[in-house]
């Protein structure tokens, strides 16, 4: 069975740009989620998705958006890219979104702004 | 304020000896714990979890312990292989009220298993 899986794998943007951001969950999982980790530190919540809506945001300007499709798979938006968007994003899918279900993460998108 | 905290930013073990790895947390209201192994340049691999009500949850060489009166948890790999050299996550979940469902991480600790 496949896992998380998402894309791209790595990009580099200029400061200013827009990205987008994919995440498939695994089959049947209904819920997911969006981490931002930099280097030397752990993973930080970005946004939750469950059933094609926002069920918990973190703390991240606006210029992060998300949705969740109807096929349960998701899009990260980044806008006005500043250097220090540059990080590991990843992607997390679980069956349910708030009651006792291992999360699984995916290989993460490398973004790059310079 | 850091609600979970990995204070040992690395540890080195012989192999076949036991790793204990520590994560001490603040929030009384996490209802899930989780631990994450995880190479360069790969995501988040889930080891082992443990729910609140628990005190221990054990899976192969992997067990997890619980003591919630001093909010401490700590991750026990017996006996320790040079594969299991990786850095590792501890994590909690927030239950309901909030961000339902989302892990806050501590910044993790970086084994080594030396052969």
């Known amino acids: 069975d496949a896992g998380v899986t998402q894309s791209p794998t790595h990009l580099i943007k200029t400061r200013g740009q827009q990205v987008t951001l994919r995440c498939s969950p695994i089959?049947?999982?209904?819920?997911v989620s969006w981490y931002q980790q930099v280097l030397g530190q752990g993973p930080q919540f970005i946004f939750q998705?469950?059933?094609?809506?926002?069920?918990g945001r973190g703390n991240f300007p606006d210029r992060f958006s998300a949705r969740q499709f109807p096929n349960y798979s998701s899009e990260l938006n980044v806008n006005a890219l500043l250097l220090g968007d540059s990080a590991l994003y990843l992607c997390?899918?679980?069956?349910?979104?708030?009651?006792?279900?291992?999360?699984?993460f995916g290989e993460g998108s490398w973004l790059t702004v310079v | 304020d850091q609600q979970v905290k990995q204070n040992s930013p690395s540890l080195s073990v012989q192999e076949g000896r036991i790793s204990i790895l520590n994560c001490d947390y603040t929030?009384?209201?996490?209802?899930?714990f989780l631990w994450y192994k995880k190479y360069p340049a790969e995501g988040p691999t889930f080891l082992i979890s443990?729910?609140?009500?628990?005190d221990k949850n054990e899976d192969g060489r992997f067990t997890v312990f619980l003591n919630k009166s001093a909010k401490h948890l700590s991750l026990h790999i017996v006996p320790s292989q040079p594969g299991d050299s990786a850095v590792y996550f501890c994590?909690?979940?927030?239950?309901?009220?909030?961000?339902?469902?989302?892990?806050?991480f501590g910044k993790g600790t970086k084994l080594s298993v030396k052969p």
């Open positions: 997390a899918s679980s069956f349910q979104g708030g009651s006792g279900n291992t999360i699984y």
């Open positions: 089959s049947g999982h209904k819920s």
């Open positions: 998705y469950y059933e094609k809506e926002e069920r």
């Open positions: 929030n009384s209201m996490f209802d899930y």
């Open positions: 443990i729910s609140s009500i628990k």
């Open positions: 994590a909690a979940r927030e239950g309901y009220g909030g961000s339902q469902g989302n892990l806050i």
